[in-house]
């Protein structure tokens, strides 16, 4: 069920023929490029999901032996670990599990907001009966996924409170009195899982609170088919959110390019000589290995700028995209062609009449 939009508390302004018909161009335009973007994003977020599959497979593979040679550097320091007996064996495929089904969910969460752009564009530039019913039938889809989206911003929490007490599990079982001199009792612990839980509070809020907006927003297009309701507000109300994101992308596009860069230089540094650190030598490290692990590194970092800069595209054209909707949509009654207020400012100019003080 959508609840309309609250109304504005100032007036909105008479919409003109020009505003109309730049509104008109920026949801055709706007409109597809979105939809271009989302299935864009959705192949890269495909890919993404395959390589985290091959990268959890070979880590799980080589960690038996990098663990046996961790033992043998060591001199008997450390004990050998058995690996089944610390990592349950049912790790590998539930994690190879999630990670498909998190990326196949994915991949459909952008494939549903494809659909729902292409509808709310439908509706707006040519609105009929069976273009407002696929929007409510694209609405009805959607918004479950923006409800997940609020509620897998808490759960993504969850991840990093299950690692930490794996991982110090792991290091109790490679060097127990390390880790008793380190002093992890399990109020330590907890403190460390109070801090996970603190950190990710700010993302978790803004997150709830900018679908919450998309998700008004939506609500607003969709009643405004069958009713009039304005959908202005809704617009102004979601804007603010949509250019903190875009900021945030920018942001971290930025780092992510700084990083992929550095990493690239840092493998321009690697030379062709054997390592003289004979410890390094014998886990298999080599030079040509090291530089390629740099590359590989920065390679994924610059994929994850390149996923960032869609995202930023696609953050920029939806803030043009939700006015442009909201102006088009609010120039006329649903259902017929806008009927404009005249402009004001139009028509010959008037000089004006003198009045009598008295």
């Known amino acids: 069920m959508t609840h309309p939009s609250p109304a504005s508390p100032f007036p909105e302004l008479p919409i003109t023929d020009a505003e109309l018909a730049t509104a008109r161009r920026g949801v055709a335009l706007r409109g597809g490029r979105i939809m271009g973007g989302l299935g864009g994003l959705a192949a890269l977020s495909a890919l993404s999901g395959l390589a985290g599959v091959w990268a959890l497979w070979h880590s799980f593979n080589a960690l038996p032996g990098w ?30 599990t999630l990670t498909l089904l998190g ?28 273009h407002a019913a696929a929007l409510e039938r694209s609405a009805r889809t959607v918004r479950p996924w923006i409800v997940l989206g609020q509620i897998a911003a808490v759960l993504q929490v969850l991840v990093p409170l299950l690692v930490l007490p794996v991982t110090l599990g792991l290091v109790r079982q490679l060097d127990p009195q390390t880790f008793a001199g380190m002093g992890f009792g399990a109020a330590e612990t907890g403190v460390m899982l109070l801090g996970v839980v603190v950190q990710s509070l700010p993302t978790i809020i803004i997150t709830w609170l900018i679908l919450a907006a998309i998700r ?6 969709v009643t405004r088919a069958r009713g009039p309701v304005p959908v202005r507000p809704a617009a102004c109300a979601v804007d603010p959110w949509l ?7 920018i942001l971290g596009l930025a780092a992510l390019l700084l990083g992929g860069l550095s990493l690239l230089a840092a ?26 692990t740099l590359r590989l590194g920065a390679a994924a970092m610059l994929l994850g700028a390149i996923a960032s800069l869609l995202l930023t595209l ?17 120039a006329g009654s649903p259902g017929r062609p806008a009927t404009l207020a005249g402009d004001p400012w139009s028509g010959p100019v008037r000089r004006a ?5 008295n």
């Open 103 to 130: 990326t196949a969910l994915y991949v459909w969460a952008m494939l549903v907001a494809r659909q729902t752009v292409g509808a709310a564009r439908d509706q707006t530039l040519n609105p009929s009966p069976d």
């Open 67 to 96: 663990l046996a040679t961790l033992s043998e550097l060591s001199g008997g320091a450390l004990p050998n670990v058995d690996v089944a007996g610390v990592v349950p064996v049912w790790t590998l495929p539930v994690l190879l």
């Open 243 to 249: 250019l903190f994101t875009l900021v945030l992308l």
């Open 314 to 330: 696609l953050m920029a054209w939806s803030r043009g995209f939700a006015t442009d909707v909201a102006t088009v949509l609010d």
């Open 267 to 292: 493998s321009a540094f690697v030379g062709g000589t054997p390592l003289d650190a004979p410890d390094l030598a014998a886990l298999g490290v080599t030079p040509a290995g090291l530089r390629a």
């Open 353 to 357: 009449q003198g009045r009598d003080p």
């Open 216 to 221: 008004r927003w939506l609500d607003a297009v």
